[in-house]
């Protein structure tokens, strides 16, 4: 397993090693020592999500304020630009973002720690996310912090208008948004 550091430390892209032939592929997607020893990260995951989106849907931006999750992200079809953004008052990087692209055909996986907000762009016709959770969802502690905010300046890679939910395109400031502390 590759393990790619990104300008915010505590986001990181694992890409694994990749065993192909003419029969197919085989990868391992998650080996929970591996983990450990490739990031010195002792996580403990309790729910798999899987979501299917069509191209130019922008999921995001999403975290749980309490019942907070960390997520490990990847692509089983298709591709999308996948975002996330610290949302720690007390951290050097807050505000910040990292974005990077996660495709069935580069097998990428971002984690994206507990404190973060995560959403994605949808780049190709559709596209398959699946992503572990550390915590279970909790809607009722649910927060959109605005995909368009300024003040974050995230870079999406978007050709016209994204298509958005009624609770993604009511999405709060960064400024408005609630933090974690």
């Avoid at 592929?25 to 996580?43: G, H, R, T, V």
Wanted: glycine share 6%.
């Amino acid at each position: 397993m590759n393990v790619i550091r990104t300008k915010i430390p505590d986001v990181i892209i694992f890409e694994p090693k990749v065993f192909g032939d003419e029969r197919g592929f085989f990868f391992e997607s998650f080996n929970q020592q591996k983990f450990l020893e490739a990031a010195n990260l002792d996580i403990h995951f309790v729910q798999d999500n899987h979501s299917k989106s069509a191209k130019n849907v922008l999921r995001g931006l999403h975290y749980q304020i309490e019942q907070a999750q960390g997520k490990l992200v990847r692509v089983t079809q298709g591709e999308v630009f996948d975002v996330a953004v610290d949302m720690r008052a007390s951290s050097p990087t807050f505000g910040q973002w990292v974005g990077t692209h996660l495709s069935a055909e580069n097998k990428r996986q971002m984690w994206i720690p507990l404190g973060f907000a995560h959403g994605f762009f949808v780049l190709s016709n559709t596209a398959e996310v699946l992503y572990k959770t550390t915590d279970f969802y909790a809607p009722q502690f649910e927060c959109c912090v605005k995909w368009d905010d300024p003040s974050i300046g995230v870079e999406w890679p978007l050709q016209d208008m994204p298509i958005l939910s009624t609770k993604d395109s009511q999405g709060l400031s960064l400024q408005d948004a609630k933090k974690f502390v």
